[in-house]
């Protein structure tokens, strides 16, 4: 069973559609997150969600707007899409060890955007 | 300073050698970090986490220095197959798990 599955793997569109990423994990974690790992393989983190609560936007264009149904899902939409939005994103969660750390963070196999 | 830095490499190893990279935090109040290993076209996995008085995982030993904020991560007897970008992690208690921008080891036959 994948812990943490995204799709699709590859999204080929054009400049201006509007897309959509899924996000869902078995782990039970609080927390999910969105990266995006760009040509220079930064990864850079987005979204943290904590429990279906937007806890971190770094920010990110208005463009992009995450989504938590519940804790399990954490799905990203992309609207009017742009040249430089091509890159793979990831989506990742963590669970809450001792203290109030979190645990290592479990990713998505990621998805690889290309807009044209 | 930026939040997590690493030399990017790429570190050319002849197999068998031993190397080492470091990797250093900006933030004193982290107290959680893990080393990660991405390989190309595939997602960071998690290689160890790092604990105060430092810890060893086979071929891996990974330390963490507080007073000078940085951890680092050796690798014994490298093998062709630890040839990865190795990520540097800081998972902080604001829920932001910031990741260095890599290191590229290659290990040479």
């Known amino acids: 069973d994948t812990a943490v599955s995204q799709t699709p793997k590859y999204l080929v569109t054009q400049m201006g559609n509007d897309k959509s990423i899924k996000c869902e994990q078995n782990l039970g974690h609080d927390t999910m997150y969105w990266y995006k790992q760009d040509s220079k393989k930064f990864l850079k983190i987005m979204f943290s969600?904590?429990?279906?609560?937007?806890?971190i936007n770094e920010t990110v264009p208005n463009r992009f707007s995450p989504k938590s149904p519940d804790k399990a899902h954490l799905n990203l939409h992309i609207n009017s899409l742009e040249l430089g939005d091509s890159a793979v994103y990831f989506c990742?969660?963590?669970?809450?060890?001792?203290?109030?750390?979190?645990?290592?963070?479990?990713f998505g196999q990621g998805t690889r955007l290309t807009v044209v | 300073r930026k939040e997590v830095e690493q030399d990017p490499g790429p570190f050319n190893v002849p197999e068998g050698a031993t190397v080492a990279f470091n990797c250093t935090y900006s933030?004193?109040?982290?107290?959680?970090f893990f080393w990660y290993r991405q390989d190309c076209r595939k997602e960071p996995k998690l290689l160890m986490s790092?604990?105060?008085s430092g810890n060893e995982d086979g071929r891996f030993t990974a330390q963490l220095n507080r007073a000078s904020q940085y951890i680092s991560l050796l690798i014994r007897d490298s093998k062709l197959s630890d040839s990865a970008t190795y990520l540097c992690?800081?998972?902080?208690?604001?829920?932001?798990?910031?990741f260095g921008k890599g290191t590229r080891l290659h290990i040479l036959p």
């Open positions: 969600y904590n429990n279906k609560e937007l806890i």
């Open positions: 992690v800081d998972s902080r208690r604001d829920d932001k798990i910031i």
């Open positions: 790092v604990y105060s």
């Open positions: 933030n004193s109040a982290s107290q959680s």
């Open positions: 990742a969660s963590a669970g809450t060890g001792s203290w109030g750390m979190n645990t290592e963070a479990f």
